[in-house]
């Protein structure tokens, strides 16, 4: 009999319960946790739900009709979702991504977009505020995110075959629809586009070559992401990983002439490729063969206001129950809390993935990617 999908209803209830510092310090704008790592990122789910069943991130046989969602007072609405992210700012972050579950399913986004958009830097200059999205409502939501002060957007895409596209996101959708959203992200302005491909070896690593034909001579930035063993629910095998180095020994095997390029900035995940030519840019994630932890700077909080220092976390800090407090904390407060959470933090779990069996992958409580975001 087939083993049954890990149920993850339990991690995402757990949390660590905080307390206020005794003696409080305002931000310096800079902070960085156990391992000199500063705090830059913040990834900001607004929705632990999706219109996608993908097979590597929120499977039918779990998230099926009587999955339960988080019920709507259990989320952090907008104003408190702003009040984090200004505090978050002071302790030096710069950019803040907005990720689901999928994002444009929450109900006024674009109001959210726009109060964000409106919180000053320390730097003076313009958050970097930016979304991820798998592309099904971007059509429709391209132009008022971009008015409403949205950056630019990152779209998951998987394959150019409809076949096999809709038999990843398992909920019939086309390609065309996505291909469709991009070139309206386009021309609204939010761009540079990202298109984020996650590779599952003997599923659709087939489609690496394709994308990258379509999207050469393109304003976009193909990435391709290794399979990652993120929470507990796809039944994640090492086996199924196509390493990064492979991907571009097929595309160079297929003739593209590609040349590494620097980073944009310390800590950006992805390794950079240019088409020799000039006619575009492809980026590889390598989080599994090639861990970057040791420049992480990503924060993350989920969409009823835990605080997480790491994609691969078991648990994490309940923001919510300070924002909610009936002795109405401060921000000063707040900042303190997040700070000695950061300053505390040690996380480096992808470094330490290879000394693990897959039979203790298979069991370690993480919590879903769905619930915090990619």
């Known amino acids: 009999m087939t083993e049954k999908f890990i149920p993850i209803r339990d991690q995402r209830l757990s949390a660590t319960t905080l307390s206020i510092p005794e003696h409080l310090s305002s931000p310096t704008g800079y902070v960085q946790d156990d391992l000199g790592r500063p705090l830059h990122d913040l990834r900001i789910s607004v929705t632990d739900r999706c219109n996608f069943r993908c097979v590597y991130c929120m499977p039918k046989e779990i998230f099926d009709k009587n999955y339960s969602f988080l019920p709507q007072p259990a989320l952090l ?3 408190e979702i702003t009040r984090i992210a200004k505090i978050f700012i002071a302790h030096g972050v710069n950019k803040i991504r907005l990720t689901g579950g999928e994002p444009l399913l929450r109900k006024n986004i674009e109001r959210l977009v726009e109060m964000l958009a409106s ?27 971009k008015d409403a002060g949205l950056s630019r957007v990152t779209v998951s895409l998987d394959a150019l075959d409809d076949t096999t596209f809709r038999r990843m996101n398992d909920v019939d959708f086309a390609v065309s629809d996505v291909l469709e959203g991009i070139d309206a992200a386009a021309a609204a302005g939010l761009a540079p586009i990202k298109v984020n491909m996650v590779v599952k070896a003997g599923v659709n690593d087939q489609e690496i070559v ?6 050469k001579n393109t304003p976009h930035i193909l990435r391709f992401i290794e399979y990652m063993d993120v929470g507990a629910s796809n039944a994640w095998k090492m086996d199924e990983v196509l390493a990064s180095a492979d991907v571009l020994h097929r595309l160079q095997a297929a003739g593209m002439s590609l040349r590494n390029v620097d980073a944009n900035y310390t800590g950006e995940t992805a390794e950079r490729w240019q088409h020799a030519d000039g006619s575009g840019e492809i980026g590889l994630i390598s989080s599994v063969t090639q861990a970057f932890c040791q420049d992480c700077s990503r924060a993350r909080l989920s969409t009823e206001g835990k605080l997480y220092t790491c994609l691969f976390a078991s648990h994490g800090h309940d923001l919510r129950a300070l924002l909610r407090h009936p002795d109405q904390h401060s921000d000063l407060a707040i900042a303190n809390v997040i700070a000695s959470i950061w300053t505390g933090r040690t996380d480096r779990y992808s470094e330490l993935r290879s000394a693990l069996s897959n039979d203790l992958l298979q069991k370690s409580k993480k919590i879903e990617m769905s619930y915090i975001g990619g």
């Open 210 to 215: 394709p994308m990258a034909r379509y999207f």
């Open 77 to 79: 609405n907008f104003e």
């Open 119 to 145: 919180l000053p830097t320390l730097s003076g200059k313009p958050l970097d505020l930016t979304l991820t999205t798998n592309g099904s409502l971007l059509a429709r939501k391209a132009k008022d995110l």
